[in-house]
């Protein structure tokens, strides 16, 4: 049990449409990344977000944007989806970015997101 | 730019056996380098973490070690066991944020 929840576990999604995926993190731990993962490849670092604002990002196109909340939530909205969106999309947090360097990460079980 | 690759992409061995995953990267100025385990619809658990200035750490029947000038790392684990088997995944800390390889799926038969 990592302490990090997303929600929802699966969603099916058209292309074209929008979506909003959830990431509820440990408590005191205000840095909070995304990434996707295709199936049979390694995950892809999507954005990194601290105290509410953006920190660093991945090669993904501004169509992928997120939000932090005070709460330790925070959420990944893609617009305009692609067939090639479809993928695990995981969460992971961690009390500072300079914690992520010397500590372990800790992953939520992700959303799998199908664009049909 | 950063590269990470995971050799073999596949590995089914018989219980007890000990065994080596390997993983390369391109770029020597890392911060870290981090093993994962992933299960089939599950999230990524972090296994071991090894710092730069590292050279393995231990938990358990597993063991990573790290050569930054050679850009390789491998993981040892002893004694497998049918519980081992998932997909094992290294990342390197790199440019502030996480840079993965593909993984090594591992079947432990009993």
């Known amino acids: 049990e990592t302490g990090v929840t997303q929600s929802p576990t699966h969603l099916i999604k058209t292309r074209g449409q929008q979506v909003t995926l959830r990431c509820s993190s440990q408590?005191?731990?205000?840095?909070v990344s995304w990434y996707q993962q295709a199936l049979g490849q390694g995950p892809q670092f999507i954005f990194q977000?601290?105290?509410?604002?953006?920190?660093g990002r991945g090669n993904f196109p501004p169509r992928f944007s997120g939000l932090q909340f005070p709460n330790y939530s925070s959420e990944l909205n893609v617009n305009a989806l692609e067939l090639d969106d479809s993928a695990l999309y995981l969460c992971?947090?961690?009390?500072?970015?300079?914690?992520?360097?010397?500590?372990?990460?800790?992953f939520g079980s992700g959303t799998q997101l199908s664009v049909l | 730019k950063q590269e990470v690759t995971q050799i073999p992409a596949a590995l089914s061995v018989p219980e007890g056996e000990n065994l080596v995953l390997n993983c390369s990267f391109t770029d020597s100025a890392i911060y870290n380098l981090q093993w994962f385990r992933q299960d089939p619809g599950k999230g990524l658990t972090s296994l071991l973490l090894?710092?730069?200035s590292q050279r393995e750490q231990t938990s358990g029947r597993l063991n990573a070690s790290l050569d930054k000038s050679s850009g390789r790392s491998t993981l040892y684990i002893a004694a497998s066991q049918p519980g081992d088997s998932a997909t094992y995944l290294c990342a390197v800390y790199s440019n502030y944020q996480l840079i993965w390889g593909a993984g090594t799926k591992l079947i432990i038969k009993p």
């Open positions: 090894i710092q730069s």
């Open positions: 408590s005191g731990h205000n840095t």
């Open positions: 977000y601290y105290r509410e604002e953006e920190n």
């Open positions: 992971a947090s961690s009390p500072t970015p300079l914690t992520a360097l010397e500590e372990k990460l800790f």
